[in-house]
């Protein structure tokens, strides 16, 4: 965009920004809700978790088909009607009389949502002139994480202060703003031409059956014990089956639904590798902190929101510094510095005990938020650095599908290692538990010998108290294995940083400006 685009570059920048975090909120507040949505819903653990799994496999579905949908309908159009549909589907699910209601709503708010944030991401990219190509990753990096960030806390304070449906409320009003700002500031480019030809559709169902089966086998393998289950085990092979149908599909097609052609380009191919990796310890750590902090640490939801927030914050205030940096001294240092920092702070987290306490947290947080948003922004620039801007809606969907993918990979290798590290560890522990033990025998004798009635209530009691510490200490262990496993993925990450390009992104050639709408 010439321009106009760049008088309104900021305006835009603030448009963007203000979908993106509305997106990428809802991934994480619903989350500290789900306990009170299953009693007043009457759902079991098993059936709450469809609030969430219906909600991610929307959004994955959604992601890559962003530019075709764009080319079909217009950009800005697309964009309206996603923003709408999501705020429309938030009001619904605040208005759910059941949980097959809510489930339906929250798969309908995770396709609105999926489109948001892979739009913004390239409508940002045109926004700004090639030299400040950092500067817009670290716009956009910001609306991403304050999100996830400030979701916990805020759901926990709307759920504890009001009620669960406070929390797809709030959006409303965002929601709304946000379409107007749209509707004044933001223009379909010259270069996009719409497409009226046949839509491909067997490109589309080898897609969503295929991304469909992977995202359900992640959610639910490790409730089903993997594969030992002929659920997972149909899971697999149709996700295989039909991932394999489809990037054949879109090889052959003249007209695909979603552009694999792009992979071509080496530093887009290897920088959208490098942010599925990451984003596997990534999501991990998402998910494992705050557990960590809830089940061992005794930790309310608010407050395990409040120790993680200086993550958030850090991250916050490092993109528009690493957007900055971008163009001085590239994208390979600001990629290797955050891995290492990052590195460095799951093993911080890796070496914790039981009696860690809220200064033990706050230096690996800060220092996570302080590594990611160096990565985030450096990744996020260089990899669409060479991808022409016909192509960058197709790339930035691309991009952000894998990146969610693996991080659902990591989600299920977490649940998996905690839960099987726990038990190996407790089956560890349980052997130096003998009466042969003195400090066995002699906690025993303390804890029983304490007042009240009689003496096998206060032996039994005891014996209660101790596998309970036994468990706990087994969890420790395998939360420190865990954080470990998450320390070698990235100190590994680092030979692929050599793969990126170098120096400043190119000059990009100027495709006109915003045509009327």
């Not at 009693?39 to 530019?67: D, F, H, K, Q, R």
């Not at 708010?109 to 700004?128: D, H, K, Y």
């Not at 005891?462 to 706990?472: H, I, K």
Request: proline share 5%; net charge positive.
């Amino acid at each position: 965009m010439s321009g106009r685009g760049q008088t309104n570059k900021w305006l835009i920048a603030v448009t963007v920004i203000m979908g993106t975090i509305m997106a990428a909120l809802d991934i994480s507040i619903v989350n500290v809700a789900l306990p009170y949505m299953r009693g007043n819903l009457g759902a079991s653990m098993e059936e709450i978790t469809w609030v969430a799994t219906g909600y991610m496999l929307s959004n994955v579905i959604i992601m890559p088909l962003v530019a075709m949908m764009s080319e079909r309908y217009g950009r800005k159009r697309f964009y309206i009607a996603s923003i709408f549909f999501f705020t429309a589907s938030s009001l619904m699910c605040a208005m759910s009389w059941d949980l097959t209601s809510l489930v339906v709503f929250r798969i309908m708010q995770g396709a609105g949502g999926g489109a948001i944030i892979p739009l913004g991401q390239a409508i940002l990219r045109e926004s700004f002139p090639p030299e400040e190509q950092g500067i817009a990753m670290g716009v956009y990096g910001f609306g991403v994480v304050l999100g996830p960030a400030f979701g916990p806390v805020l759901g926990g304070w709307l759920t504890d202060n009001f009620s669960w449906r406070w929390i797809f409320l709030v959006n409303i009003p965002i929601g709304i703003l946000n379409l107007i700002l749209i509707s004044r500031f933001i223009h379909d480019p010259a270069y996009l031409k719409r497409e009226k030809g046949r839509m491909d559709w067997e490109g589309l169902g080898f897609l969503v059956l295929g991304l469909g089966a992977l995202q359900l086998m992640l959610e639910k393998g490790e409730s089903r014990d993997w594969f030992q289950s002929n659920f997972i085990v149909y899971m697999a092979l149709i996700a295989l089956v039909a991932t394999v149908l489809f990037i054949w599909r879109e090889l052959v097609c003249d007209k695909p639904a979603v552009d694999l052609r792009v992979l071509k380009d080496v530093s887009f191919a290897s920088g959208t590798f490098l942010i599925g990796i990451l984003g596997l310890g990534q999501y991990a750590a998402l998910f494992m902190l705050p557990m960590f902090l809830q089940q061992l640490l005794g930790y309310s939801a608010l407050n395990s929101g409040l120790v993680l927030m200086p993550r958030g914050l850090c991250m916050a205030l490092v993109m528009p510094v690493a957007g900055r940096l971008y163009n001085r001294i590239g994208p390979r240092i600001l990629i290797a510095a955050g891995i290492i920092v990052t590195t460095f702070s799951f093993w911080q987290l890796s070496i914790l005990s039981l009696n860690a306490g809220f200064w033990d947290l706050l230096v690996p947080n800060m220092l996570q938020g302080g590594g990611f948003g160096l990565i985030f922004v450096a990744v996020s620039t260089v990899v669409l650095s060479s991808i022409e801007k016909p192509r960058m809606t197709a790339a930035t969907g691309l991009y952000n599908v894998v990146r969610q993918v693996f991080g659902s990979v990591g989600i299920a290798i977490a649940a998996t290692v905690l839960s099987r590290g726990q038990q190996i560890y407790r089956a560890g522990l349980v052997k130096n538990l003998t009466a042969f033990n003195p400090n066995v025998t002699n906690w025993l004798r303390t804890v029983a010998g304490m007042p009240g009635g009689g003496f096998y209530a206060p032996r039994r009691m005891a014996l209660g108290l101790l596998d309970g510490a036994l468990m706990r200490q087994a969890g420790m262990l395998a939360y420190n294995h865990l954080f470990l496993l998450v320390t070698a993925v990235f100190a590994l990450c680092m030979p692929l940083v050599l793969m990126l390009r170098g120096g400043r992104p190119p000059e990009l050639p100027e495709m006109g400006g915003p045509v009327p709408d």
